[in-house]
């Protein structure tokens, strides 16, 4: 139990507020993108469906933060669910997160993704594909639905299906782009594979591939590390979100439970 902690429930930081997979990215500021976006068609290699459990520890406005996230991954070929739910220690379950849609050329093919925030009303994003747009309850904005598009719960897993099939092509320094939706409006995402390493989880030492995403260069938001696990199915063993003032948060796979 943090003691520190407990000491500040009354004023909870907002940042706390987004523990999760890629939760935190959604307070960051987005570029305006109404017009083409075009998204490349790769292969893919969709992963098993399981449930894994991580262990949280943060930094976060000079408060020490211990939690667990869950995160179910489910596919069938054909469609796709997956669903993260974070908590945090006195605070109980502060994020749930949820992408659903179908499988098509390019990958995951969202239909609707859902937030919720401690104390805040959901928010919703709608990939319309017969109005072939993306809208959102939290904004009038509204983005051109062209194929290939991510919401910001799916895109790792979108990522993991592709470096399963690419695996020879994540190179260091190779980049690779996807256009993202969030709570409330959408942006190109960059991912640079930096290369493997080895990761220490309380199932053991793991080789695994570290992929960093980086905001635009004018942009003083938070950056992301993921590292994938290829002997785990790829599955994400680690992440790490960081802001420039120097709070961070750190996921650690801690299980995983294969569920087909």
């Known amino acids: 139990m943090i003691r520190t902690f407990h000491a ?12 999760g997979l890629t939760g935190l990215l959604a307070s960051a500021p987005l570029l305006a993108a109404d017009g083409p976006h075009p998204v490349d068609k790769r292969p893919f290699n969709l992963p098993p469906s399981a449930e894994l459990t991580y262990s ?25 669910s997956v669903s993260t739910e974070t908590r945090a220690m006195l605070l109980g379950k502060i994020l749930e997160t949820s992408s659903e849609g179908d499988i098509d ?4 093919a969202p239909q609707r993704f859902v937030e919720k925030r401690l104390r805040r009303d959901p928010s919703t994003t709608t990939f319309n594909r017969e109005q072939n747009k993306i809208t959102f309850t939290q904004s009038s904005d509204s983005y051109p639905l062209q194929g290939g598009e991510q919401d910001r719960t799916g895109i790792t897993w979108q990522f993991v299906a592709i470096a399963r099939a690419n695996a020879a092509k994540m190179k260091p320094g190779s980049e690779w782009k996807f256009f993202v939706a969030g709570p409330r409006d959408a942006e190109q995402w960059t991912f640079k594979v930096v290369g ?8 053991g030492e793991t080789e695994a591939l570290h992929i960093f995403r980086a905001p635009p260069p004018d942009d003083q938001g938070q950056k992301l590390d993921i590292w994938l696990s290829p002997k785990q199915e790829w599955y994400p063993v680690r992440l790490k979100f960081t802001d420039p003032d120097g709070d961070y948060i750190e996921q650690v796979l801690d299980s995983v439970r294969k569920t087909n």
């Open 56 to 80: 949280i520890q943060a930094k976060q406005s000079g408060l020490d933060v211990q939690g667990q996230g869950i995160v179910k991954w489910t596919q069938s070929k054909t469609a796709y």
């Open 105 to 108: 050329a390019y990958g995951l």
């Open 196 to 203: 493997r390493e080895k990761i220490r989880t309380p199932q």
């Open 8 to 19: 500040a429930l009354i004023s909870i930081p907002p940042r706390l507020a987004a523990l």
